[in-house]
């Protein structure tokens, strides 16, 4: 199973684009990279998912070079609603909750 | 929108109870998960079910047990209650595993005393 790593914490300014970047050096050919949030005291809930090059939704981007050993959410002009704990996951048919990224928001 | 749903929030028992969080989905997902979430430990998966009558051991299954009678309804049971498995604890439901997307429920907040 893919290990992931990813900065304990992070802070940032409302407005600013945020980017939280995520290693998995031994990837598998079959994972796919997903990314989720979670509010204290709630699930998480998912933001993003991507194989390869580059996603775009709604709420973020996913950023996967063409070796896929890493891969960077990017949240555009974050708000403080937005300070939360983000997950990294690597899998195919498993997937590992990490410890993830404590963003915190700044007004 | 999928919901998930667990039975309690907040739950206070003693040393040695037995306990029975349950987990609920409204979706005819395949999959089932519980994971504890405790500080600086991310989420760990307990156990998870792909079907009726089915279950797989985790990462951490010491101390516990599942139940899945009905597709919708995933139950964990702490057969008899320890200080050290005071946590949260959150369930979740997917179609696929690993790609297909898991929702997680709001979590049960456990104190063991």
């Known amino acids: 199973l893919a290990k992931t790593t990813q900065p304990i914490s992070m802070d940032s300014y409302e407005g600013q684009e945020v980017n939280i970047t995520c290693s998995h050096n031994?990837?598998?050919?079959?994972?796919?990279i997903t990314w989720y949030q979670q509010f204290p005291s709630q699930g998480p809930r998912f933001i993003i998912q991507?194989?390869?090059t580059k996603v775009t939704n709604e709420v973020a981007s996913l950023f996967i070079p063409a070796d896929r050993k890493s891969s960077t959410l990017s949240l555009p002009r974050v708000s403080l609603s937005d300070t939360a704990v983000y997950y990294c996951l690597v899998g195919g048919d498993k997937i590992i909750f990490g410890k993830g990224t404590r963003l915190h928001i700044l007004p | 929108d999928v919901k998930v749903t667990q039975s309690s929030r907040y739950l206070v028992k003693r040393t040695g109870e037995k306990v029975f969080l349950e987990c609920v989905q409204d979706?005819?997902?395949?999959?089932m998960f519980w994971y504890r979430q405790d500080p600086g430990l991310g989420l760990r998966l307990i156990y998870f079910?792909?079907?009726?009558?089915?279950?797989e051991k985790g990462d951490i299954p010491e101390g516990y047990s599942v139940s899945r009678e009905k597709k919708e309804r995933f139950s964990l049971i702490l057969e008899s209650a320890s200080t050290n498995q005071t946590s949260m604890y959150l369930c979740a439901s997917n179609r696929l595993a690993g790609v297909e997307t898991q929702y997680f429920g709001p979590g049960t907040r456990l104190l063991v005393l």
């Open positions: 991507g194989y390869k």
């Open positions: 079910s792909y079907d009726v009558k089915m279950k």
């Open positions: 031994n990837i598998a050919t079959n994972d796919y």
């Open positions: 979706m005819d997902h395949e999959n």
